[in-house]
């Protein structure tokens, strides 16, 4: 029997994290993965940091979609994927994540008869204002096997028509990526010293880690502000590490916040690979962040997080992790932190199947699930 093709496809940094286990486990003899980056994330160096980071094959096809509106991007990626699948003819299109790659590969695989194998789904946060929200629904309507990070997945899809026969608990595939690294992990004081702040606090249990993104956070002048307000005064009593996306930095200089942040007990960096946020989190005192996968990533390292959005898609990061709803109001904010530093923070468990099997258990259904079909 021939090996099985599976069209892999990445958009963003989220989802090389997650591809990197699925890569290795798609093994010959009994399959060829065929990795596509579609260029959602265009930074080729910061790609590149990350694909050798993670040990992930360089792409075999990049789309180079590069940047626009929501619509603009899925289009393009949907008519510059359509061709390469064709080329390639696989057995499956595997997707993963909530990222409009996803939903666009996911959409032509479908309406051309493909199997859409979707990698971490029924995850929600009830939320249509965000944009991932309606990437994630649409994927699992339009996917064939799904695969769930946790139990709360399963009854998400149930409610929304999905058979049971298509889903299958795996597992967290970010996991076992973080279990495969952490050994490498760069710790926090060489990267402060890297960043020319060798006498920056930065040892265990000293710092926090403070990551913003999300439009709800960064676009509104008067949120961003509270937020930035907020850091500041945590940084009084706690110094912050803030690796500063490129998107947030344009909108701090825009509304004329950088004043907030500069002082000698916040510690701005660049985007950081993934062994130096790894390196951060681990030894953090708190991460406070509006990033699901770092949700994730702290629940999984025992370190304190506190969310600052109104809503999860993770809602395991909640009940058996680490992670702590505050929203974006900064009473809110400050008071999570205070009740961290008064040691009621969660001490969390590891939940079921976040083991860093994940990927081999995904490998094993999909080989059955093929055969199967024929």
Known sequence: MSAFRILCVVGARPNFM????????????????????TGQ????????????????????????VGSGSHAQQTAEVMKRFEPAMDEVQPAAVLVVGDVNSTIACALVAAKKGVPVIHVEAGLRSFDRAMPEEINRVLTDQLSDLLFTTEESGADNLAKEGIGAGRVHFVGNVMIDTLRANLARAIPAPQIAAAAGRPDFKAGKGEYAVLTLHRPSNVDDKAVLQGLLESAAKIAQRTPVIFPVHPRTRATIEKFGLSHLLERPDVLLLPPMGYLEMLGLMQDARVVLTDSGGIQEETTALGTPCITLRHNTERPITVDQGTNTIAGNDPAHVLAAYEAQLAGAGKAGRIPHYWDGRAAERIAAIVLDWLKARG
């Open 18 to 37: 997650k591809m990197a286990p699925i890569m290795a486990a798609l093994a010959p003899p009994q399959f060829k993965p065929i990795l596509v980056h």
């Open 41 to 64: 994330h265009y930074d080729v160096a910061m790609n590149q940091q990350y694909f050798d980071a993670l040990g992930i094959p360089s792409p075999d096809i990049n789309l180079e």
